[in-house]
């Protein structure tokens, strides 16, 4: 990656945009982007399901799963009650590094990275949760713990280039 990608992204990145839940995030062009009526999915060619404890649901492994929660109106949540109630939900949760507090556009925002298992298996993960308004939003790119080295920057990239609004 030259200066100027580290600068402005990565040029040949897809940029995928939901106007109607006020978001946009990019991805490698070759990776699969599937949508759901509140929650988006990416993933490269070789990615397999595994079952999210948090979601309840098969989430693309490796991959980035992104939802939107609409809270009742006049209502906030604060996006590190998000963080700690991951403990109670996750085998093993654990906050590897703090990447930042700001997603742009959001209100509020943590960025981060962390380790979790599902039936014996590790896995790994960069968040970003961000709130704008009564609206919630979710983004972890995930991957088995043994890959995840590999896949950070382009992890890490993803979430950079979330953004609110």
């Given at each position: 990656?030259?200066?100027?990608?580290?600068?402005?992204?990565?040029?040949?990145?897809?940029?995928?945009?939901?106007?109607?839940?006020?978001?946009?995030?990019?991805?490698?062009?070759?990776?699969?982007?599937?949508?759901?009526?509140?929650?988006?999915?990416?993933?490269?060619?070789?990615?397999?399901?595994?079952?999210?404890?948090?979601?309840?649901?098969?989430?693309?492994?490796?991959?980035?799963?992104?939802?939107?929660?609409?809270?009742?109106?006049?209502?906030?949540?604060?996006?590190?009650?998000?963080?700690?109630?991951?403990?109670?939900?996750?085998?093993?949760?654990?906050?590897?590094?703090?990447?930042?507090?700001?997603?742009?556009?959001?209100?509020?925002?943590?960025?981060?990275?962390?380790?979790?298992?599902?039936?014996?298996?590790?896995?790994?993960?960069?968040?970003?949760?961000?709130?704008?308004?009564?609206?919630?939003?979710?983004?972890?790119a995930c991957s088995r713990a043994d890959e995840f080295d590999a896949l950070r920057k382009t992890f890490r990239q993803a979430i950079k280039e979330f953004k609110v609004g």
């Amino acid at each position: 990656m030259g200066f100027l990608d580290k600068l402005f992204g990565p040029k040949d990145w897809t940029t995928h945009a939901r106007e109607k839940e006020g978001y946009r995030i990019a991805c490698p062009p070759d990776w699969t982007i599937r949508e759901g009526s509140a929650s988006l999915s990416i993933h490269p060619p070789t990615a397999v399901t595994v079952i999210d404890p948090e979601l309840g649901a098969e989430i693309p492994v490796p991959g980035i799963c992104m939802a939107v929660r609409v809270l009742p109106e006049g209502e906030t949540q604060d996006v590190k009650e998000i963080l700690r109630g991951r403990s109670n939900i996750y085998q093993e949760y654990r906050v590897t590094d703090h990447v930042s507090n700001e997603v742009p556009g959001a209100d509020r925002a943590v960025v981060y990275e962390f380790g979790f298992t599902v039936e014996g298996n590790a896995f790994r993960a960069v968040s970003a949760i961000a709130g704008k308004g009564n609206r919630l939003y979710d983004v972890k790119a995930c991957s088995r713990a043994d890959e995840f080295d590999a896949l950070r920057k382009t992890f890490r990239q993803a979430i950079k280039e979330f953004k609110v609004g």
